[in-house]
């Protein structure tokens, strides 16, 4: 597993404990939920569906310090002096909201609000932005005010969009319409096949198939997500 992977898998796990908060019978939590959005799938590392409302969830495991650049819109990352640029989760998480209500609409449900935040999963990393970027604290945070943050949301809603059918429907379309992910090594690292050479031999392992479904939210069911490892050998 690439250390960018396994730092992605850790971050969403580490949010299972704060999510563990939430009264059981009223969210369901999918995670790693890929559907479809006309042509385009778009992936969700942790959705919570409600009768009030849909949330994204989407986790960055990163440390060091982080500055959200509104200027540039990227994310910055400073660790032991050096400097990276990612993209915007800011930006990810409004695609993703437009593709989530276009998916609703799509499959006949009620007009449902769709929220997102980014939660950094790490406690001990400084999340910094421009002093213009008054908003940043409504959309970024830190894992343990996951719980307070979702109960703010809660009683900022006071209808319910959803009935107890529309809900139930929902978590089992989501079900059936998820997708599993299946990119190719050539897919992964961004070749074509004009990129191979002759006498390049891979071997494939592959432990599972990765499942995305929707839990209860104090379920002990843990999600066990597999992982496709490429190994090269070059002669």
Known sequence: MSKKRE???KGECSIDFPLSFLEPKSYFIFHDLRLQDQSRFFQLDTLLISKKYALIIEVKNMAGSIYFDPHFNQLI????GKETAFPDPIIQVSRQESQLTNW???NGFPSLPI?????ISNPQTIIRTAL???ELHYKAIHRDALPAKINQMEHSITESNFCEKDLKKAIR???KLHIDADFS?????NLTEKDLIIGVRAINYLEGMAHGFA??????VKKHISRLYEIIFIY
């Open 7 to 9: 730092a992605g898998y």
């Open 215 to 220: 839990i209860n939210a104090n379920s002990p």
């Open 132 to 134: 213009e970027n008054h």
């Open 185 to 189: 090594i050539l897919e992964r690292y």
């Open 115 to 119: 929220l997102s935040l980014i939660v």
């Open 104 to 106: 609703f609409l799509k």
């Open 173 to 175: 379309v989501m079900n």
């Open 77 to 80: 990352r400073t660790i032991e």
